[in-house]
């Protein structure tokens, strides 16, 4: 690499930062104005996480509250995280991959949805047979492939939303 490649380069990382800085700023601002007009208590966190804005609404009171916009299997949450996505997209005019989590519901998932990855790479090192999961949404899916290739196998989606699952596949 030249030199004039590493400066383009590294000019290239801190504009993909300030914008996706920017979208959990207004992210924030959004989610602000909901748990105003819920009057639900919460503290908003912002972060980059793999090329991603993260924000997260948490609480000090157990989040009991904050409960409710997860909802059933995290239903709420994500009609939340698409409607947060469009006032970013509304403001910037880019589309967003902005991920959400409330009460720490989703890095409970990922927990959970990792170990189900790994189990299943297990079971299919094991019997040489492909394992087909059950329906998930794209979240889901995508943490179940990463726990699948980091246990050295492959996986594909097959089917149609919203009863597209994960099939795990031998070496």
Partial sequence: MTEGTTTSAAAEGADTLNRLEQEGEIAADYLEGLLDIADLDGDIDMDVEADRAAVSI????????????VGRDGE??????????????????????????????RAKKRTELS?????????VKNTGESVKLSAMTPFERKVVHDAVK??????ESEGEEPQRFVVVLPA
């Avoid at 980091?150 to 996986?155: E, I, M, N, P, Q």
């Fill in 58 to 69: 948490i609480s000090d009171s157990g989040g009991r509250d904050l409960n409710k916009l």
């Fill in 76 to 105: 709420v949450l994500e009609a939340l995280q698409e409607l947060t996505r469009l006032a970013v997209h509304r403001e910037t005019g880019d589309r967003s991959r902005l991920m959400l989590d409330i009460a720490g519901y």
């Fill in 115 to 123: 170990e189900l990855g790994a189990k299943a790479a297990a079971e």
């Fill in 150 to 155: 980091a246990a050295g196998l492959r996986s």
